[in-house]
């Protein structure tokens, strides 16, 4: 069965401050894809990154980065010179590949509420 | 090009009575998701179609709620008959095949009284 943790539920920090989101994950799946998605307060899921599993390359997209280490089962998202804007419930999720060639559905963890003050 | 549509965006309805969800997805994305998110949770896979064929409904309490995909494009999920803990918000996901994002519609928050 797949598992995903995020431990922190709430983060606040002050505009400009770096703030790294941690997720822990669990699969017996060799293959399998790690995803990062923002839910503003509007409600709307927001696709941020996809990671494969046989790619342990981080990434650095703009203020974000994504940290993918298979060895601890983590993949963990920072935020640097945070901004207001970036106030929102941030979920890490994992999905496994079916037979048909897509991805399965996604297995969320609880989410991070993330603050940050002006 | 347009997103994930869903309608109703709310719906209050009694326990016991019965309530339909529709979701059309992003031209040609043959996959598509329903998932029900409650409140303070990360959402939770309810069932999972290609084209019109059902992947995936492990999840999917079959006793009260049935989900369709008629001709492999928009999809309705009703529930009948509705319980209290069934207050949440229903959101609808596509994806192209191959391509393993999901694109998420605005959701429909159900609230059951």
């Known amino acids: 069965a797949q598992k995903v943790t995020q431990a922190q539920t709430e983060i606040s920090v002050v505009e400009k401050e770096d703030v790294t989101l941690d997720c822990v994950y669990e699969t017996r799946d060799t293959t399998y894809y790690l995803f990062w998605y923002k839910q503003p307060p509007s409600g709307e899921l927001v696709f941020l990154i996809r990671?494969?599993?046989?790619?342990?390359q981080n990434e650095i997209s703009g203020r974000y980065s994504w940290n993918f280490q298979k060895s601890t089962s983590s993949f963990n998202f920072t935020i640097t010179a945070s901004q207001v804007v970036d106030s929102a419930v941030y979920f890490c999720a994992l999905s496994d590949m079916y037979s048909g060639g897509g991805a399965d559905g996604l297995t969320f963890g609880k989410g991070t509420h993330l603050i940050i003050q002006p | 090009e347009a997103g994930v549509a869903q309608s109703p965006r709310y719906k209050i309805i009694e326990k016991r009575q019965s309530v339909a969800f529709w979701c059309n997805p992003i031209?040609?994305?043959?996959?598509l998701y329903w998932y029900q998110q409650i409140l303070g949770q990360g959402p939770k896979l309810l069932i999972q179609?290609?084209?019109?064929?059902?992947?995936?409904d492990s999840q999917l309490p079959k006793d009260r709620f049935s989900a369709e995909r008629l001709k492999g494009v928009d999809s309705t999920l009703k529930i009948q008959p509705a319980k209290l803990e069934d207050s949440a918000v229903y959101l609808c996901?596509?994806?192209?095949?191959?391509?393993?994002?999901?694109?998420f519609g605005p959701g429909t928050r159900l609230t059951v009284t």
């Open positions: 031209s040609g994305h043959a996959t």
């Open positions: 179609f290609q084209n019109n064929g059902v992947v995936d």
């Open positions: 996901a596509s994806s192209l095949p191959g391509v393993y994002e999901q694109y």
């Open positions: 990671r494969n599993s046989f790619d342990e």
